[in-house]
Each structure stands twice: as C-alpha cells, then as structure tokens.
C-alpha cells in the first residue's frame, strides 16, 4: 500500500528553542500537504520552549533531564504513530512543498527506507557569519547527483526513514551527551544494511551560530570525529562535508595562515606559501566561487574565515592525535 500524508510523524528534539521553534512549527503547518502527527521532544529546556510549543497542534514530551539530541530522536521515534519519520532540527524553517516530495519519494521509487535533505545556502538569520555557514553548508550538494545512494552520512537536520528500519539498527547512540557526532554515527551503522538516498526536493533553511559558537562545535565535533575515524575507519570521511576531499581543503586553507610566520627565516617560504594557495584555490573553488558570488568584499572575508575555521578544524585534529599518543605510550 503507498503511504499518505498521515503515515508520517515529525520528530524535532529541542533544548532552548525558543527563538526558532515557532518559526518552524509554522513552516510545517502551511504545508501543501499536513504530516499525520508533529512531535516536540523538549530535552529539559530551561527558557520559554514548552510555552510556545503549547500553543501548536502537536504532540510535547517533556524530559525531566537532559540526556542529548540521540535520546529525544529515540524517544520520538518509539511514540510516532506513522511508519515515515521525518527528523527536523529545532533551528530550521521546511521549505514549501517537502511533505509531498518525501511522500512521493517513497511511493515512487522502490527499497528506498531513508531520503536525506539538505540546507540552503540562505540562513535564517543575518550576518556575514551566517551567510558563510550557509554557503560552505551548501557547497557540498551542487557535484552530487539527485537519487545519490552513495553516502554514510545523514542529514539529522531534515531526513526521512521508514520507522521499521530506524528500529532495525537500534535507533541513535544515547552515549552522545549532546548534538554533535551523534547524526553521523548512526548513518555509519545504518547504510550497512539500508541505502540513503539525496533527495534533493527535501529543503531547509537554518539558522547558524556567530563565529565563536562556530570555532567551538567545529572544534568538538571535528575531535568527535576523529574517535569515530578510530573505530570505523574508512566508513566515516566519505561523503559530503565530512570527506577526505573537505578534509584537504580545511588543511590546505589552515597552512595559508601557519605558513608566513616562518617567513622571517627564508625567501622561499613565500614561494612554498604561493603554491599552497594555489592548490586551496583549486581545491575549495566550489566554495570560494560561491562566496564571490556574493562581492568581491565578503569573497575575501569568505576564504579567509574559511581558512580560520581549517585551522581550528585541523588543530583539533592534531590535539586528538597527540593525545591518544600520549595515552598509548603511557
């Protein structure tokens, strides 16, 4: 039997959300197409969450303790009624029509169990730093073909399964205390056993964090990340923004700024310096021609903060290294 509209439940976890969440709950609700049943699972917020969430026709399950974004998305995923589970962050806006394409997603195609989403490249908010987020958010999806079934990753942000199959892994790994890696380890142990689909009709907006919220979840998940490299090896840097691809571009940009402070000690250091922009350029020119796109004034601004941000991203990865040498050698 295909699935209709009220086969599928909305899942947000929320924790402090009470600057995004109505938005959100608006978004979903001038829907063509309305989903059956919209669950909050409040992760014990101590601001005004719960207050607006009530004035909404959904479902509210309050946790008395905070116990992380892996924990909500499970308890949601054991009330829902429906067999499709679409997961939305608390900080994003449903673009128009999303209901309707997740519906026909699976009605359409055959052994397809999850769809994956993705953000647009315009935030919710305003800013240079959001608008940066934004755009290297959305880099990624433009060399990827619709229908691609070759990720590990999910879009924890917007991605629609099948409740049978979310079950049949064993849900989200509650061991995560926050929203952090959480997302990705599970799409590690999902795609063992159930392909995940890009479909790219599935949209949101996001609201994103200032640069020094940034600096720090770049600086944690990244550490995250490399425990999760540790334990599953070449199933984690595989696609999308967690690539070996993505992964250069933050080293390379992260070297343009180390670089010239040896300068002082050779005249070549300069032309090593001009080479290895040469190769970031080629490199991030997805991106980069992305920020220019937006003025030759926040194309600078862009891939300098870009280079910031590898050298946060590769220094975290360096600490982590340095650690677990210390630890296997004591």
């Known amino acids: 039997m295909p699935f209709s509209a ?57 946790q008395e303790k905070n116990g992380g974004a892996a924990k909500s998305r499970n308890i949601g995923i054991k009330k829902a009624k429906g067999e499709i589970i679409l997961f939305l962050d608390s900080d994003t806006y449903l673009m128009p029509n999303v209901i309707q394409a997740i519906l026909d997603g699976f009605n359409n195609r055959r052994n397809v169990y999850a769809q994956n989403g993705f953000c647009n490249s315009e935030p919710l908010n305003r800013g240079c730093f959001p608008l940066y987020k934004g755009i290297v958010e959305n880099s990624w999806i433009d060399d990827i073909p619709d229908w691609d079934d070759s990720s590990r990753c999910i879009n924890a942000r917007i991605g629609a399964f099948t409740k049978s199959s979310l079950l049949d892994v064993g849900g989200f790994d509650e061991d995560y205390p926050g929203a952090c890696v959480e997302d990705h380890e599970f799409g ?6 159930y392909k995940i689909f890009l479909n790219k009709q599935l949209r949101v907006r996001h609201h994103f ?23 599953y090896k070449n199933e984690v840097l595989d696609s999308g923004g967690v ?3 993505s992964a250069l571009q933050y080293f390379f940009g992260a070297t343009l700024l180390i670089v010239p402070f040896a300068s002082f000690f050779s005249h070549l250091v300069w032309v ?8 970031y350029v080629l490199l991030s020119k997805n991106v980069l021609r992305k920020f220019f796109k937006e003025g ?12 910031i941000y590898g050298l946060v991203i590769t220094t975290s990865a360096a600490c982590f290294y340095i650690n677990n ?3 296997t050698r004591d």
């Open 6 to 62: 009220t086969d599928i439940t909305v899942v947000i976890p929320t924790y402090n959300s009470d600057q995004t969440i109505a938005p959100l709950l608006e978004s979903i609700l001038i829907q063509n197409v309305l989903p059956g049943e919209i669950i909050v699972v409040d992760d014990s917020s101590k601001d005004e969450t719960i207050r607006i969430v009530e004035r909404y026709p959904v479902k509210v399950i309050r």
């Open 188 to 193: 590690i142990r999902y795609s063992r056993k």
């Open 209 to 231: 964090s200032n640069f020094f919220e940034t600096v720090r979840n770049y600086w944690y998940r990244t550490y995250e990340t490399m425990f999760l490299l540790k334990r």
């Open 243 to 245: 690539s070996r691809y």
């Open 272 to 279: 090593f310096w001009l080479t290895l922009c040469l190769i």
């Open 296 to 307: 030759l004034l926040f194309g600078c601004f862009g891939s300098v903060v870009h280079a």
């Open 325 to 327: 040498l210390i630890k």
